[in-house]
C-alpha cells in the first residue's frame, strides 16, 4: 500500500468525490489558484477550473453563507476555511443557518455542506490562531463533527462528509499535513460514529481525538516501558459518537484517562469524562483523569505553547495516577 | 481636494511625479522642510528594519513576518500626520506608522519572534497592538472614535487596513457606524492590489476602493499611495474636516507590497516580474529622494551615510533584542483578567505542582 501525507489523502478524496458527482464544489481563500494556504486543494483548481474551485474574497461570513444556499439549491459545497480560527467570524451561518434550516422549514430543505480547515494549535501561531473550536460545534444540534488522526481515517472520514446529507464540521490539523501512512489505491469510505482502538492494551483505556492520538500513542509506549498496557482508542467521530466503543474499552480495563487539546471548560473531553464516569461507575478502579489545554489563551513563545498543551509526560502521569503507580 | 478627486472621476491624487518632480502644486501640502527630510528618514529607517528583519528570519533567527517593503509612503505618509492624542489602530503592515508612535524596533522583533511583551509598546500611547484578524480593527476604530467624540476628548483615530479587508462586513460596519455618528476616524486602505495571492479584480467589482465612502456618506479619495506628498497632504484634508466637525474619511493609497505577504509566501506563484519592476521604478522611496536630491536638500552620499548609520544601529539592537529575557510560565496566567480568579490560580499551582514532578523524573 503507498504511504501518502494527510494533505494528499484530503486531496484525493475531494478529487474523487468531485470527479464522482458535479454537484461536489470547493470554495474559499486561497484555494484555487493558490492551491490552498496548505496546499491541501493543490491540482484540483487546473483539473475542475474556476467552475468548480473558487477563491473567494476575504469575508468568510459571506462564502460560508454562499455556500450554505448553494446547499440549499442542491449543490454540495465544501467550504475551506483558511483555518477554525476564522470561522468566528461565520459562525451564524453555522450556527442558525446551516445546523437549524433542515429543522426549521420542517424537513423540506437540507444544507449538505462541509466545512473544512485546520484546527487546534499548530506552532508559533499565538492566541488568535491557535484555537481548538470543536467543542463549540460539538455542543450545536444539527452538526456534525468528525476528525481524524491518520491519512487512512482523513481519507475515508472526508468522503463520507461530503455524501452525507448534513452540514459537517470536518476539523483537520496543520502540523498534521505533513504526516504519513498507508492509504489504499482502491476506492474506500469511514462510516460516521465509529471509533477506533489504535492500540489494544489491558491496563487503562487512553480515550483522545485528532492530533493529540500519536502523542497519546506515544504515552503509551512510555508506559509499556514500564510494563503498563495501554489502550488507545481515537474517537474520530464526536458528534454522532461512538458510546458503545468507549464502555466496551473502559468495562475491560477499569480505568480511564481523556486527552482533548482544548480547553477543559465544557468540553468534547470533559463530556466523554462524564459519560465515562457516569455509565461505567461500577466498573471503574480509579476516577477518570481529563488532561486538556490549560484553561488560558495560547502563548505565542514556543516553549510556553507546548508547556500548556497536553504532553507525553502529562499523559503518563496521569496513566499512572489511575494505575496508583 | 475631496471634490477634485471624486472617486467617481476615477482620478487618483498625485504630487510627486516617479521622477521625482512636483507635478501639482495646488494640492502641495503645508509640511516644513524639515519634517519632509524627517518623514524620508523614516522611510529609510522602517525599510531597513524591515529588510534586516527579512534576513534575520531568513537566518533562523525570528519567526514568521509580514513584511513592508515598497509601502513606506502608504504608511508613513498617512501615519507621519498623528499627534500624541491621536489613536493608531493597525492590522499588521504598517511599522513606519508604528514607528512615528514611538514604538521601537525590539517591540516589533518581540511581537513576531514569539514574545508576549511584544503588544506592550512601553513607549508609545494610544497604540493597539498588531490586529490579524483580517478587519475586526476597522469597527473598533469606529467606536474609540464615537468614545472620543462622547467624552469630548481630543484626537483622531486612524486606522488601517488592506485591499482584502475591505471584503469583511467589518468593513461596511466601521464606515457606516463612524459616519451616522461623524465619529473621528481617517480610515486608511493599504491597496496594494493583492490579499494573499488573490488580485484587486477578484476581490471586487468596483473601479476603486475610494468610491466605497460614497455609500457611507464620507468623502472618499484615492491618492498615490508611492507618493509621499500626495499621501500626506490627502491625510492633512482628512483631519481638518473631522476637525471642522464633518465626521470620517476614507484614504485609499494605491500601493504595491514588494516583498512577500509573509515570510512563508512566495510571490512568484501569483505575479510576474515585469509587474515587480513596474513596481520597483515608482518606489516610495526612490522618488522622494530624487525630489530631496534635486532640490538639493539631501545627496547619494547623505544616503549612503544614512542607510549605513541605520543598519549598524539597527544590528546593534538586534544584537541586544536577543538576549531579552525569556517570558516567563506566570505570564500566561497573569493577563487574563484584571485579577486572578481563584480556579486559576488554583490551576497555576497544579501546573507548579506538575512541573515539580516533571523535575523530579528527570
Ligand atoms: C478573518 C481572517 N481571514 C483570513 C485571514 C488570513 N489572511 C491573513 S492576511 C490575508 C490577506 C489580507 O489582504 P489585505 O487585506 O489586502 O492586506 P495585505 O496583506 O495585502 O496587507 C488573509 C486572507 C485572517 N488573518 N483573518
Ligand atoms: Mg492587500
Redesign the interface.
Same mark, same amino acid.
Given at each position: 500500500m503507498p504511504e501518502i501525507t494527510v494533505r494528499e489523502a484530503l486531496r484525493q478524496a475531494m478529487d474523487e468525490e468531485m470527479a464522482r458527482d458535479d454537484r461536489v464544489f470547493l470554495m474559499g481563500?486561497?484555494v484555487a489558484?493558490?492551491n490552498g494556504?496548505y496546499k491541501v486543494s493543490q491540482g484540483l483548481w487546473e483539473k475542475y477550473g474556476d467552475r468548480r474551485v473558487i477563491?473567494t474574497?476575504?469575508?468568510?461570513?459571506?462564502f460560508t453563507g454562499v455556500g450554505v444556499g448553494a446547499a440549499m439549491a442542491g449543490l454540495r459545497p465544501i467550504i475551506e476555511w483558511m483555518t477554525y480560527?476564522?470561522s468566528?467570524?461565520a459562525y451564524d451561518q453555522v450556527l442558525n443557518n446551516a445546523a437549524k434550516t433542515l429543522h426549521m422549514s420542517g424537513g423540506q430543505i437540507n444544507v449538505p455542506i462541509v466545512f473544512r480547515g485546520p484546527n487546534g494549535p499548530a506552532e508559533?501561531l499565538?492566541s488568535? %490562531?491557535s484555537q481548538a473550536l470543536q467543542s463549540i460545534y460539538a455542543h450545536i444540534p444539527g452538526l456534525k463533527v468528525v476528525s481524524f488522526s491518520t491519512a487512512y481515517d482523513g481519507k475515508g472520514l472526508l468522503k463520507t462528509a461530503i455524501r452525507d446529507d448534513n452540514p459537517v464540521m470536518f476539523l483537520e490539523c496543520e502540523l498534521m499535513y505533513g504526516w504519513k501512512d498507508e492509504v489504499p489505491e482502491e476506492e474506500y469510505l469511514i462510516p460516521f460514529g465509529k471509533a477506533d482502538i489504535k492500540r489494544a492494551g489491558k491496563d487503562v483505556t487512553l480515550i483522545s481525538y485528532s492530533k493529540p492520538v500519536r502523542m497519546v500513542l506515544q504515552a503509551a509506549e512510555k508506559l509499556a516501558e514500564e510494563g503498563i498496557d495501554a489502550e488507545v482508542l481515537d474517537l474520530r467521530s464526536i458528534r454522532p459518537l461512538d458510546e458503545e466503543s468507549i464502555y466496551k474499552s473502559v468495562r475491560k480495563t477499569n480505568r480511564c484517562v481523556v486527552i482533548d487539546e482544548s480547553w477543559p471548560f465544557a468540553s468534547v473531553g470533559s463530556h466523554v469524562a462524564w459519560l465515562v464516569s457516569t455509565n461505567c461507575f461500577d466498573d471503574l478502579d480509579a476516577q477518570v483523569e481529563f488532561i486538556s489545554s490549560?484553561? &488560558?489563551?495560547m502563548?505565542?513563545? %514556543?516553549?510556553?505553547e507546548l508547556? &500548556?498543551q497536553p504532553s507525553v509526560? $502529562?499523559i503518563v $502521569?496521569a496513566a499512572k495516577k489511575v494505575l496508583y503507580v | 481636494m475631496f471634490t477634485k478627486y471624486h472617486p467617481t472621476k476615477g482620478e487618483m491624487l498625485q504630487i510627486l511625479s516617479p521622477e521625482g518632480k512636483i507635478i501639482n502644486t495646488k494640492f502641495q501640502p503645508e509640511i516644513s522642510t524639515e519634517k519632509v527630510l524627517q518623514a524620508y528618514k523614516l522611510m529609510v529607517y522602517t525599510r531597513t528594519v524591515d529588510l534586516k528583519t527579512v534576513s534575520y528570519q531568513r537566518q533562523g533567527r525570528m519567526?514568521?513576518y509580514a513584511p513592508n517593503f515598497g509601502q513606506e509612503a502608504s504608511m508613513i505618509g498617512t501615519g507621519f500626520h498623528m499627534n500624541q492624542e491621536d489613536w493608531l489602530v493597525p492590522s499588521y503592515r504598517e511599522m513606519g506608522a508604528f514607528f512615528h508612535r514611538g514604538v521601537t524596533p525590539t517591540d516589533i522583533w518581540l511581537y513576531w519572534g !514569539?514574545?508576549?511583551d !511584544?503588544a506592550k509598546f512601553p513607549k508609545a500611547t494610544n497604540t493597539l497592538p498588531i490586529s *490579524?484578524? #483580517?478587519?475586526s480593527q476597522i469597527i473598533h476604530a469606529a467606536g474609540i472614535g464615537y468614545g472620543l467624540k462622547l467624552q469630548k476628548q481630543k484626537g483622531i483615530v486612524y486606522t488601517y487596513f488592506g485591499d482584502? !479587508?475591505t471584503?469583511? !462586513?467589518d468593513f461596511h460596519a466601521g464606515l457606516n457606524f463612524a459616519s451616522v455618528w461623524k465619529a473621528p476616524v481617517i480610515f486608511i486602505c493599504q491597496n496594494n492590489q493583492y490579499? #494573499?495571492?488573490?488580485r484587486q479584480e477578484? @476581490?471586487?467589482a468596483s473601479s476603486n476602493i475610494a468610491i466605497k465612502s460614497l455609500a457611507y456618506g464620507m468623502p472618499g479619495i484615492q491618492v498615490d499611495g508611492n507618493d509621499f506628498f500626495a499621501c500626506y497632504s490627502a491625510t492633512q484634508k482628512a483631519a481638518q474636516h473631522i476637525e471642522e466637525g464633518k465626521g470620517p474619511v476614507l484614504i485609499e493609497a494605491l500601493t504595491y507590497r514588494r516583498g512577500a505577504h509573509t515570510t512563508a509566501d512566495d510571490p512568484s +506563484?501569483?505575479r510576474s516580474k515585469e509587474e515587480e519592476k513596474i513596481w520597483e521604478e515608482k518606489d516610495p522611496i526612490l522618488r522622494l529622494k530624487r525630489y530631496l536630491v534635486a532640490q538639493k536638500l539631501w545627496s547619494e552620499e547623505d544616503d549612503t551615510k544614512l542607510t549605513q548609520q541605520y543598519e549598524e544601529e539597527v544590528e546593534a539592537e538586534f544584537l541586544e533584542y536577543e538576549k531579552y529575557p525569556?517570558?516567563e510560565?506566570n505570564? *500566561?496566567?497573569q493577563y487574563?483578567y484584571n485579577t486572578m480568579p481563584d480556579?486559576?490560580v488554583k @490551576?497555576k499551582q497544579e501546573?507548579e505542582k506538575?512541573l515539580a514532578?516533571?523535575e523530579s +523524573?528527570s
Amino acid at each position: 500500500m503507498p504511504e501518502i501525507t494527510v494533505r494528499e489523502a484530503l486531496r484525493q478524496a475531494m478529487d474523487e468525490e468531485m470527479a464522482r458527482d458535479d454537484r461536489v464544489f470547493l470554495m474559499g481563500e486561497e484555494v484555487a489558484e493558490y492551491n490552498g494556504a496548505y496546499k491541501v486543494s493543490q491540482g484540483l483548481w487546473e483539473k475542475y477550473g474556476d467552475r468548480r474551485v473558487i477563491d473567494t474574497p476575504i469575508t468568510e461570513y459571506g462564502f460560508t453563507g454562499v455556500g450554505v444556499g448553494a446547499a440549499m439549491a442542491g449543490l454540495r459545497p465544501i467550504i475551506e476555511w483558511m483555518t477554525y480560527n476564522f470561522s468566528a467570524m461565520a459562525y451564524d451561518q453555522v450556527l442558525n443557518n446551516a445546523a437549524k434550516t433542515l429543522h426549521m422549514s420542517g424537513g423540506q430543505i437540507n444544507v449538505p455542506i462541509v466545512f473544512r480547515g485546520p484546527n487546534g494549535p499548530a506552532e508559533f501561531l499565538s492566541s488568535q %490562531h491557535s484555537q481548538a473550536l470543536q467543542s463549540i460545534y460539538a455542543h450545536i444540534p444539527g452538526l456534525k463533527v468528525v476528525s481524524f488522526s491518520t491519512a487512512y481515517d482523513g481519507k475515508g472520514l472526508l468522503k463520507t462528509a461530503i455524501r452525507d446529507d448534513n452540514p459537517v464540521m470536518f476539523l483537520e490539523c496543520e502540523l498534521m499535513y505533513g504526516w504519513k501512512d498507508e492509504v489504499p489505491e482502491e476506492e474506500y469510505l469511514i462510516p460516521f460514529g465509529k471509533a477506533d482502538i489504535k492500540r489494544a492494551g489491558k491496563d487503562v483505556t487512553l480515550i483522545s481525538y485528532s492530533k493529540p492520538v500519536r502523542m497519546v500513542l506515544q504515552a503509551a509506549e512510555k508506559l509499556a516501558e514500564e510494563g503498563i498496557d495501554a489502550e488507545v482508542l481515537d474517537l474520530r467521530s464526536i458528534r454522532p459518537l461512538d458510546e458503545e466503543s468507549i464502555y466496551k474499552s473502559v468495562r475491560k480495563t477499569n480505568r480511564c484517562v481523556v486527552i482533548d487539546e482544548s480547553w477543559p471548560f465544557a468540553s468534547v473531553g470533559s463530556h466523554v469524562a462524564w459519560l465515562v464516569s457516569t455509565n461505567c461507575f461500577d466498573d471503574l478502579d480509579a476516577q477518570v483523569e481529563f488532561i486538556s489545554s490549560e484553561d &488560558v489563551p495560547m502563548p505565542y513563545n %514556543h516553549t510556553l505553547e507546548l508547556a &500548556v498543551q497536553p504532553s507525553v509526560e $502529562k499523559i503518563v $502521569k496521569a496513566a499512572k495516577k489511575v494505575l496508583y503507580v | 481636494m475631496f471634490t477634485k478627486y471624486h472617486p467617481t472621476k476615477g482620478e487618483m491624487l498625485q504630487i510627486l511625479s516617479p521622477e521625482g518632480k512636483i507635478i501639482n502644486t495646488k494640492f502641495q501640502p503645508e509640511i516644513s522642510t524639515e519634517k519632509v527630510l524627517q518623514a524620508y528618514k523614516l522611510m529609510v529607517y522602517t525599510r531597513t528594519v524591515d529588510l534586516k528583519t527579512v534576513s534575520y528570519q531568513r537566518q533562523g533567527r525570528m519567526y514568521t513576518y509580514a513584511p513592508n517593503f515598497g509601502q513606506e509612503a502608504s504608511m508613513i505618509g498617512t501615519g507621519f500626520h498623528m499627534n500624541q492624542e491621536d489613536w493608531l489602530v493597525p492590522s499588521y503592515r504598517e511599522m513606519g506608522a508604528f514607528f512615528h508612535r514611538g514604538v521601537t524596533p525590539t517591540d516589533i522583533w518581540l511581537y513576531w519572534g !514569539g514574545h508576549e511583551d !511584544g503588544a506592550k509598546f512601553p513607549k508609545a500611547t494610544n497604540t493597539l497592538p498588531i490586529s *490579524v484578524p #483580517i478587519a475586526s480593527q476597522i469597527i473598533h476604530a469606529a467606536g474609540i472614535g464615537y468614545g472620543l467624540k462622547l467624552q469630548k476628548q481630543k484626537g483622531i483615530v486612524y486606522t488601517y487596513f488592506g485591499d482584502g !479587508g475591505t471584503s469583511e !462586513g467589518d468593513f461596511h460596519a466601521g464606515l457606516n457606524f463612524a459616519s451616522v455618528w461623524k465619529a473621528p476616524v481617517i480610515f486608511i486602505c493599504q491597496n496594494n492590489q493583492y490579499a #494573499i495571492s488573490l488580485r484587486q479584480e477578484k @476581490q471586487m467589482a468596483s473601479s476603486n476602493i475610494a468610491i466605497k465612502s460614497l455609500a457611507y456618506g464620507m468623502p472618499g479619495i484615492q491618492v498615490d499611495g508611492n507618493d509621499f506628498f500626495a499621501c500626506y497632504s490627502a491625510t492633512q484634508k482628512a483631519a481638518q474636516h473631522i476637525e471642522e466637525g464633518k465626521g470620517p474619511v476614507l484614504i485609499e493609497a494605491l500601493t504595491y507590497r514588494r516583498g512577500a505577504h509573509t515570510t512563508a509566501d512566495d510571490p512568484s +506563484r501569483y505575479r510576474s516580474k515585469e509587474e515587480e519592476k513596474i513596481w520597483e521604478e515608482k518606489d516610495p522611496i526612490l522618488r522622494l529622494k530624487r525630489y530631496l536630491v534635486a532640490q538639493k536638500l539631501w545627496s547619494e552620499e547623505d544616503d549612503t551615510k544614512l542607510t549605513q548609520q541605520y543598519e549598524e544601529e539597527v544590528e546593534a539592537e538586534f544584537l541586544e533584542y536577543e538576549k531579552y529575557p525569556p517570558y516567563e510560565l506566570n505570564d *500566561v496566567f497573569q493577563y487574563l483578567y484584571n485579577t486572578m480568579p481563584d480556579d486559576l490560580v488554583k @490551576q497555576k499551582q497544579e501546573y507548579e505542582k506538575y512541573l515539580a514532578w516533571k523535575e523530579s +523524573r528527570s
